[in-house]
Each structure stands twice: as C-alpha cells, then as structure tokens.
C-alpha cells in the first residue's frame, strides 16, 4: 500500500483537532508541574508549584496581579528558564527544551499580531518559520481560520478587524502549529465588557471542539468560572486550592480562597466551649452561637479560648424563617445595592458588619425592605464552615 502524499498526512493530522484526537479520559497527567520555583533576584515569582493537568483538559490560572500567573505560562513555553523544578509535557521533561523544540501555542494578551501581514500570513508565519511546505501552509492556515469562524478573512489587515476577530486570529496562529499545549495569557482583557461575554462563549466552543490541553490566565473569577475544567488559585507564587469552580466556592481551603471567590463573610470568634459534637462559639456581644463540630475538626486542634475563622456566604442568609434554620440574630440594615439579578444589603448586628444577598423580586414575605429596619436573619447550621483556627 502506498504512503499518501504530505499534504494528505498533514489534513489527517489537522482534522484531529476536530475529532478529539487528544479527548481526554485516561485520568493520567499530560501537564506537569513539579516543585516549579522562579526567583527574580531577591523576590520569588513561583514558589514550590505543583500542578497535574489532564489531557484536553482547560486549567485557568487565577489570582491577583503579581501572585505568578503569567510567569508560569512563560516557564510552560519555556522563555524562562525555572531557578528549580521542572515542566513535564506528555511524560517526558521539556524544561532543557527551548520554545520552538515543545509545541506550545500561546496567545498573549496584546495579541502581538504583525500589522504589516495580513491575516493569512499572520497566521502562518510560525508555519513558514518551520519551513513547513507552502502547500500545507495553505491547507493548514484555511482550516485553522475556518475553525476560529473567520473563512473568509484571510487577504484582510489585521487593523481592519475587530478586537474579537484579532483575538480569533491570534487564536488561529497559536492553534495552526497543532501544539500539545495552548496558553492564553488574558486574552480577553483588551475587549469592552459586551464584546467580551460573547467572545468568552466562543473561546469556549473553539477550545471544546479542539479538544487541546489549555491553560488560561486570567484575574476575573467569572471568566475562570465560565470557562475551565478545574482553576488553580494563585497568591504570592503558591497554589493555594486547585479544584473545580465549585469546589473553591463551597469549599475553599483557607480565608485567602474564601475571600477572593465571590462574597464571603468571615468572622474571627472565640471558643467558649468544645465538647462531644457541638462547638460553642462566643459573637463579640458575648452571645453564644452553637455549631455542630466538623467532621474534620481534627485537623483544627480545637481547644476552648482558641479563635477561629468561620466563613458564611451571603446568600446562605435569609430575612424569613425557613425549613431547617436557625434564628442567628437581629441585625440593622446599613446599605442596599441592586446588582441586576442579585441585591445586596450589608447588615449589623451582635458586634459584627455582614453581606447578605438575595436573588428575586422581595426577600420577604411582609413587603420590600429599607435601610434602617431591624430585621430577624436566619441561618442553617450546616451552611458555616471552620477556615481555620
């Protein structure tokens, strides 16, 4: 049987981008990050990460400026060199590799697209880099620019185009060169807050349909929210919860996480009492709250007069008696701010300032709320949570 021509072999590689060639399932790493450390002279950007990501599968890197996101992605592609640790890709050790040797696709937050090329050479310039044959050049650029839903643009100039399609082109170039990897260094920052919604949907879709190990930078909790398998949370160059977004809201592993997926309540209490199942908490009125003890207490070391954090989310409080709460205590109502589908009063009571919120037309069942009232807030037990003691 004779071989097929290059072309022919080359639109086969090219079509399992589409066809899930790289699909996930197995559970084994693709992406390694072992014991990642970056020193800048005295400063450290990475400290000891570690991070295991699937194959297929999109990871965003999320936290605030300055905590090592972006120096991460730069030692994945390898333009920087890692003061310790190791990037692993496929099971095998790129960190001696220099960028063009380990097929990684990355688009940066300017885009950084040639504005004397037009979108097809733009696209296919890695291409012509590698000395790749025009022919597949052509084949290869048409299909990437047909998966990013810009067919028809090619003889365009980028500055023609809109922020959306420059970021598809940028898209395009980064994904033409078939990588293991694809990183997107905040590629959505530079468009207006409509513009971005929408092209967030598409980046998903795109991402989906190729099915490539993606890693997204980003400092918006609502994009990683929409967008990823699974989010590291970074600070101060360590990691400091991986897992799904649903994990960091409703279990996030310290005050840091709490604070920084959505709104978060944490209030810093003494124990007045520890004993059998039960925790006995003091409010700084000297109210007593009652608890039921974790089933990781453990891990706390409990001991009476200590101080811990417990974390309530806004949303588990309610004005209005419900099936299985208790009644936490009265409290004034301080501000009130409408934001859309939620509204948000901010509340005190027994020493304590806090966030409640609410979704619909009225909280309650006795008419709409004004700031001043007093009102009766009710709480489920099981909706606190010991941060840490």
């Known amino acids: ?53 699937e194959k297929g599968e999109l990871v965003s890197l999320l936290g605030p400026s300055g905590c090592g996101k972006t120096t991460t992605i730069r030692l994945i592609a ?54 790749v044959p025009r022919r ?15 067919p028809n643009e090619a003889n365009r100039a980028v500055f023609e185009l809109s922020g959306g399609e420059q970021q598809r082109v940028a898209i395009a170039r980064a994904v033409v060169i078939e990588p293991q990897i694809l990183l997107l260094d905040e590629p959505l920052s530079n468009l207006d807050a409509s513009l971005r919604q929408r092209t967030r949907q598409q980046l998903r879709e795109l991402i989906t349909s190729l099915q490539t190990t993606t890693v997204f930078v980003t400092h918006d909790q609502e994009e990683a929210f929409a967008l990823s398998d699974r989010i590291a949370l970074l600070s101060k160059g360590r990691c400091q919860q991986f897992g799904t977004a649903r994990d960091l809201y409703d279990h996030p592993a310290n005050e840091f996480v709490a604070r920084f997926i959505g709104r978060a309540n944490v209030f810093t209490l003494p124990f007045a009492a520890v004993g059998g199942d039960c925790l006995c908490l003091a409010w700084p009125s000297g109210r007593e709250l009652r608890l039921r003890k974790p089933a990781d207490s453990a891990r706390f070391h409990i ?35 409408f934001a859309g589908a939620w509204s948000e009063w901010e509340a005190e009571g027994e020493g304590v300032r806090l966030w409640i919120a609410h979704s619909g037309a009225s909280p309650t069942s006795d008419g709409p709320l004004a700031v ?18």
């Open 303 to 337: 001991q009476a007069g200590q101080s811990c954090k417990l974390l309530l989310r806004p949303e588990k409080i309610g004005f209005e008696e419900r099936a299985g709460t208790i009644r936490l205590f009265s409290a004034r109502l301080l501000s009130y701010r």
């Open 136 to 150: 597949q050049i052509e084949s290869r650029v048409h299909r990437a620019l047909e998966l990013v839903n810009l």
């Open 78 to 131: 390898g333009f920087l060199e890692p003061t310790a640790g190791t990037v692993w890709i496929d099971g095998r050790d790129v960190t001696p590799l220099p960028p063009e040797r380990r097929r990684v696709g990355i688009v940066f937050q300017s885009y950084a697209l040639f504005p004397h090329l037009n979108v097809f050479d733009n696209v296919g310039f890695g291409l012509r880099a590698a000395k």
């Open 1 to 53: 049987m004779g071989q097929p021509d290059p072309e022919q072999r080359q639109v086969v590689v090219t079509d399992s981008l589409r066809s899930g060639l790289s699909s996930r399932g197995n559970g084994m790493p693709y992406l390694e990050l072992r014991n990642l450390t970056q020193q800048f002279g005295s400063q450290k950007a990475l400290d000891g990460l570690n991070l295991s990501i």
């Open 372 to 389: 001043g009232m007093t009102k009766d807030l009710w709480v489920r037990v099981e909706d606190f949570q010991v941060l840490d003691v």
